[in-house]
C-alpha cells in the first residue's frame, strides 16, 4: 500500500487522499491536476535565497532592482574619490620617502603601533661626510673650509627636510589615510549591507511573482466541473484545496515583501547619507592640501635662502683667497691690450704622471672670456696685494701663457680684474705666466 506524503492522510471517500494540515513556510505541496510533488521554498532560507537570487541575476535569469539615477552617481563618486586618493597618497609617500625599503620598513611600524624611529635625512648623511673629509684634508685648508661651509649648508638642507616630511605626513598624508581606513571601510560595509537587502527585497519579488502565478493556475484548475463518473475525481478536490493554500502562501509573500522592502528603503537611506557625506571629504582634502602647499613652499623657500647665503660665502671666501688681497687699486692697474686667445688643449696635454694622485678638473680647460684679453707677459703687478705661494705639485704649462710650476717652490702670485677666480698671475724671476689656484698653497 502507497504511504500518504507528509500533510495527508487516507480518506474514507472515494475521492482518496486528502489534506488534513495547510501549507507553511518551511514545506508546502505543488498540486496540479495530476500529480502532487513535495519541496522546500527558497524563502525558507534568507541567506540561501539572496545567494540564489545572485546567481540567477548573473545568469540572467532574474530581475533586478535598479537604484535611482542620483544614487548611482554618489556611487561613482564614491569610488572615484577612493580610487584617486589612494593614488595620491601612495605618490605622495613615494615622493617624501623614495627609499621603497624604508617605506615598507614605516608601514609596518604604524601597523604595529609604534613608533617609527628618526632616520638620517641624504642632506644630513652628506653634511656629515663632508664635515669628516674636511677634518682629514685639514679644516684650515681653502678645500677643507669649504667643505665645512657646504656641509653646513647640506645640514641645514636636511633639516628642512625632515621638517617638510613630518609637517606633510601630519597636515596631508595622515587626513587621506585616514579616510581610507575608516570613512571608506564604513562606506563600504553599508554598501554590502545594502546589496544583501537589495537581494533579498528582489527575492521576495520573485517568490510573490511565482505565487500568484501557481495561484492562478491552482484557481483555474478548481473552477472545472467534477466529473464523477471519472476514475480519479480526488484531483479536482486537491486543486480546491491548493488554490486555498497558494491564496495564503501570496498573502505570506505580500507580508514578507513589506518587510524587505522597509529594510532596503532604511539601508538605502543610511548608505544614501554616507555617500553624500563625500562632499564633506572633499572639502576637508581641499584644506589639507593648501597646508600640503604651503609647507612645500616654505620648504624650498628655506632651500633657497640657504643655498644663497652658502653663495655669498664661497663668493666672499674666492676674494679672501683668490683675489680680494691681490687685486690693487684700479686706478694703478689698467686692463692690458686684446691678446689672441691660447688655443684649446686637449686632456693629452696634462702630466703623464702627477706627483699626487688627484688632479684638479680645470687643468686643460680653455678659461673664460677674460682670459681671451690678458696676456700675463705684457701686463705689470699691481703696486700692492701681491702674496707668496707655495706650489704643492708639478704642473706643466700647457701654452705659452701659463708658467710651469715645480713643487715646493716660491712663487709670487697677483690677480687681475676680469680674471678667471681659478687662476692667477704668477711670477718667478723673470718669467710669468697664469697658474691654477688648486696647485698653491697661499701664505700670509
Not at 504511504?3 to 501549507?23: C, I, N, Q, Y
Not at 511565482?210 to 483555474?220: H, R
Not at 554616507?274 to 589639507?288: P, Q, W, Y
Request: glycine share 6%; with cysteine; charged share 25%.
Amino acid at each position: 500500500m502507497t504511504s500518504a506524503p507528509p500533510g495527508v492522510t487516507r480518506g474514507k471517500d472515494t475521492f482518496g487522499w486528502m489534506l488534513h494540515e495547510p501549507l507553511t513556510r518551511k514545506s508546502s505541496f505543488h498540486l496540479t491536476s495530476s500529480s502532487v510533488s513535495w519541496s522546500q521554498p527558497s524563502s525558507s532560507n534568507p541567506e540561501g535565497r539572496g545567494k540564489s537570487q545572485f546567481t540567477e541575476e548573473k545568469l540572467g535569469q532574474a530581475e533586478k532592482t535598479e537604484l535611482d539615477a542620483h544614487f548611482e552617481n554618489l556611487l561613482a563618486r564614491a569610488d572615484s574619490t577612493k580610487n584617486w586618493t589612494e593614488k595620491i597618497l601612495r605618490q605622495t609617500e613615494v615622493l617624501l620617502q623614495p627609499n621603497p625599503s624604508a617605506r615598507v620598513e614605516e608601514f609596518l611600524y604604524e601597523k604595529l603601533d609604534r613608533k617609527v624611529p628618526s632616520r638620517v635625512t641624504n642632506g644630513e648623511l652628506l653634511a656629515q661626510y663632508m664635515t669628516e673629509a674636511a677634518n682629514d684634508f685639514g679644516p684650515g685648508t681653502p678645500y677643507g673650509k669649504t667643505l665645512i661651509k657646504v656641509g653646513e649648508t647640506q645640514r641645514r638642507l636636511g633639516a628642512a627636510e625632515r621638517d617638510f616630511i613630518h609637517s606633510a605626513s601630519i597636515n596631508f598624508l595622515t587626513p587621506l589615510r585616514n579616510f581610507l581606513e575608516g570613512d571608506w571601510r564604513t562606506i563600504s560595509k553599508e554598501r554590502r549591507i545594502l546589496q544583501n537587502r537589495r537581494l533579498d527585497l528582489d527575492a521576495c519579488k520573485a517568490r510573490l511573482k511565482k505565487a500568484k502565478a501557481a495561484e492562478a493556475k491552482a484557481a483555474c484548475e478548481g473552477d472545472a466541473v467534477p466529473d464523477f463518473q471519472e476514475t480519479r475525481p480526488r484531483n479536482y478536490v486537491l486543486s480546491a484545496s491548493a488554490s486555498a493554500l497558494w491564496s495564503d502562501e501570496v498573502e505570506k509573500a505580500e507580508h514578507e515583501l513589506r518587510l524587505t522592502q522597509t529594510e532596503f528603503d532604511r539601508q538605502a537611506e543610511v548608505t544614501r547619507l554616507l555617500l553624500e557625506g563625500i562632499s564633506s571629504t572633499h572639502v576637508n582634502h581641499l584644506r589639507c592640501l593648501h597646508e600640503f602647499v604651503e609647507s612645500q613652499t616654505n620648504y624650498y623657500a628655506q632651500c633657497y635662502q640657504y643655498m644663497l647665503d652658502l653663495q655669498k660665502q664661497l663668493g666672499s671666501s674666492k676674494g679672501e683667497i683668490f683675489s680680494g688681497t691681490f687685486v690693487g687699486n684700479a686706478e694703478s692697474t689698467s686692463p692690458p691690450p686684446a691678446a689672441a686667445s691660447p688655443p684649446a688643449v686637449a686632456a693629452t696635454t696634462l702630466p703623464a704622471v702627477p706627483t699626487i694622485p688627484v688632479v684638479p678638473t680645470i687643468v686643460g680647460v680653455p678659461n673664460t672670456v677674460a682670459e681671451s684679453v690678458l696676456n700675463p707677459n705684457e701686463v705689470k703687478p699691481p703696486a700692492s696685494g701681491t702674496r707668496k705661494a707655495r706650489v704643492l705639485y708639478d704642473y706643466e704649462a700647457a701654452d705659452s701663457t701659463e708658467l710651469a710650476l715645480l713643487a715646493d717652490e716660491m712663487i709670487t702670485v697677483y690677480s687681475l680684474p676680469g680674471m678667471d677666480p681659478d687662476w692667477l698671475i704668477g711670477e718667478r724671476g723673470n718669467q710669468k705666466g697664469k697658474v691654477p689656484v688648486t696647485y698653491l698653497e697661499l701664505l700670509s
